[in-house]
């Protein structure tokens, strides 16, 4: 089946630090991928949209110079938390959707980077 | 703008037991998703609910969606440990792109 792979799992490093979270659809295009953030016992929260060839979009209360977000191919978007601070520790997880698939199926979620910031 | 609530927020039951998750949403929605996700993991998508009055069934697990009410329920039969988890509704506005709002999640503990 379709897979989202989210790299890194897990990373840990000091408060100023910028620290990157690649997600890639390992066997399916996706135009549009998106990221969420998951505070601990708490819902997922949308944060961007994240769309191949063109500029992200934001929800809002996200800022954009902070989550800076990449798409820059179908296969491949990448979110940079900027200048990271303790408020930022979170679960982040991408979601990918099949181009092929058509609205009617699921988005395939990547298992999610635990970010800590120190 | 859309909303979705669910209830309860935590659910202790014991095995064996039959309960409801319910998940109402705010405005018009075409597509319904319940997600399951296990600690310190991602989501597992469930089902997938288009239509008013569809029902889906996966093993000790049904959903089931009524448009009008804006209401999709998750029904556990017969509950085993293995289905302690979080399960999470979530409505896809009219868009194309598919941004998914999703309810608060219910954390459902099965115990003996």
């Known amino acids: 089946g379709a897979v989202v792979s989210q790299h890194p799992s897990w990373v840990i490093c000091k408060s100023g630090t910028s620290v990157k979270i690649e997600c890639r659809s390992l066997?399916?295009?996706?135009?549009?991928m998106f990221w969420y953030r998951q505070f601990p016992k708490q819902s997922l929260m949308l944060m961007a949209t994240?769309?191949?060839?063109?500029?992200?979009?934001?929800e809002q209360g996200v800022e954009k110079d902070k989550f800076l977000i990449n798409h820059a191919s179908l296969t491949l978007s990448t979110l940079t938390v900027t200048s990271a601070h303790p408020e930022d520790s979170s679960f982040y997880i991408c979601?990918?959707?099949?181009?092929?698939?058509?609205?009617?199926?699921?988005?395939?979620f990547g298992d999610g980077t635990r970010l800590s910031i120190l | 703008e859309l909303k979705v609530e669910q209830n309860p927020l935590f659910l202790s039951m014991q095995e064996g037991k039959n309960y409801t998750i319910y998940c109402n949403y705010s405005?018009?929605?075409?597509?319904l998703y319940w997600y399951r996700q296990d600690p310190g993991k991602s989501l597992e998508s469930l089902f997938v609910?288009?239509?008013?009055?569809a029902v889906k069934q996966e093993g000790r697990l049904m959903a089931s969606l009524d448009t009008k009410a804006r209401l999709s329920t998750l029904h556990i039969t017969a509950a085993v440990h293995d289905l302690s988890a979080t399960y999470f509704c979530?409505?896809?506005?009219?868009?194309?792109?598919?941004?998914?709002?999703f309810g608060q999640g219910t954390i459902l503990t099965v115990h003996p």
């Open positions: 994240s769309n191949e060839g063109s500029k992200a979009t934001y």
């Open positions: 066997d399916f295009q996706a135009t549009t």
């Open positions: 609910l288009l239509s008013n009055g």
């Open positions: 405005t018009t929605s075409d597509r």
């Open positions: 979530a409505a896809a506005g009219g868009t194309s792109y598919g941004k998914l709002t």
């Open positions: 979601s990918a959707r099949d181009n092929l698939a058509g609205t009617s199926k699921p988005q395939h």
